[in-house]
Nanobody, 114 residues
Framework: QVQLVESGGGLVQAGGSLRLSCAAS????????MGWYRQAPGKQRELVAA???????NYADSVKGRFTISRDNAKNTVYLQMNSLKPEDTAVYYC????????WGQGTQVTVSS
């Protein structure tokens, strides 16, 4: 059974930092592309950052230079380091695994106050 469990969300002031984690089980993690998406109220879910099985990364323009995605294959975990947070980063953040089949985590709330 595939499980993606996010953690690390919370309330932070603008300019602050958070690190999200997503622990995966039930998949061959090292072969999976992993991603972080977010969905704000009334908006569509959007890609924030993704990392391939080989370590290549891509980011939404809105987070480039502020967010960093990384993975630890030994721990089956993908991370999203978020710095210089802005109120517009407020959303539910979802972990995504893609190895031909796509799986989603349950999401973790990130709230950035101004």
């Amino acid at each position: 059974q595939v499980q993606l469990v996010e953690s690390g969300g919370g309330l932070v002031q603008a300019g602050g930092s958070l690190r999200l984690s997503c622990a995966a089980s039930g998949i061959i993690f090292s072969r999976s592309a992993m991603g972080w998406y977010r969905q704000a109220p009334g908006k569509q879910r959007e890609l924030v950052a993704a990392i391939g099985s080989g370590g290549s990364t891509n980011y939404a323009d809105s987070v480039k230079g502020r967010f960093t995605i990384s993975r630890d294959n030994a721990k089956n975990t993908v991370y999203l380091q978020m710095n210089s947070l802005k109120p517009e980063d407020t959303a539910v953040y979802y972990c995504n695994a893609n190895f031909g089949v796509i799986y989603w985590g349950q999401g973790t709330q990130v709230t950035v106050s101004s």
